[in-house]
């Protein structure tokens, strides 16, 4: 499948494909270009889960990307979406995000929207829901020792179906794959109740260092008590947070911690809204494309 952009004042043609494994150097230098954080590695997970299309020159050159993960049949997420604003202004990015509807069919969508990218997800029919701090910092450290928590733990690999029925419950829709690869990249902590799982949390080596997520807890104290164990495994170094849960003591937590607010983006929805189900809340993102 291949989409064709007529001749514009660009000079050449531009053809949107789709993205395959060898396109991961190009896609990986398309971040470098914008100041992204992404590893080769982090853009081979989200490769591994999802699907993508690349905006090409007529020699094969790599000028835009945007990628979408389903979650079941009825909802999906959007991201990986980059263009330059020279591009942007023949519509590539247009052109990237109708391919991409054009495979989810009629899925509801939710996508991160930077501020270059606002307006286009606007006009396309996408609806602002809050707002996404994005916490980090080089030097974390715990302010004081945590408190001991009941029922918290290390997670381990058999804790992984009751993780990925928590996380569908919390960010409203089934993500169990993504888990499973998450996990198996991770260091997790996790609240157990009379048996159950009420809280994790997920930290693996992305970007400049580590990042935490998803966080899925029932309150901002239960959130404190599962980041705290990896701010404390990761003092002094880089450390990561993206999360909607701006007001409260976990947002104080984690300035607290060194993690101070770097950027924001807008979470949009586009057809329905899946709310979460039951006590437990997403507090913090996997990425901003997985959300």
Known sequence: ??????????????????????????????????GWPHRPEDWRLVMAVGHGFVACDAIGRALGSAMWWPFGDHFATVGMVITSPRLQAQGAGRMLMEAIFEQCGDRDLRLSATKAGYRLYRSLGFEPIGRIFQHQGRNVSLPSPAPATAGLRPAAASDLAAIAELDARAYGADRHHVIAVLMAQSIGTIVERDGAVVGFALC?????????????????????????????????????????????????????CGMTIFDSVTPMIRGRHHPAQGAARTFGLATHALG
């Open 1 to 34: 499948m291949a989409y064709r952009m007529a001749k514009r004042r660009l000079g050449y043609e531009l053809a949107i494909r789709p993205m395959n494994d060898a396109d991961l150097d190009q896609m990986h230098q398309l971040s470098i270009g914008v």
């Open 204 to 256: 693996r080596p992305f970007g400049r260092g580590h990042v935490v997520g998803p966080i899925v807890a029932e309150d901002d104290d239960m959130a404190v008590a599962l980041v705290a164990p990896h701010v404390e495994a990761h003092q002094g170094s880089f450390l990561r947070v993206d999360t909607a849960q701006e007001q409260g003591s976990f947002g104080a937590f984690l300035e607290s």
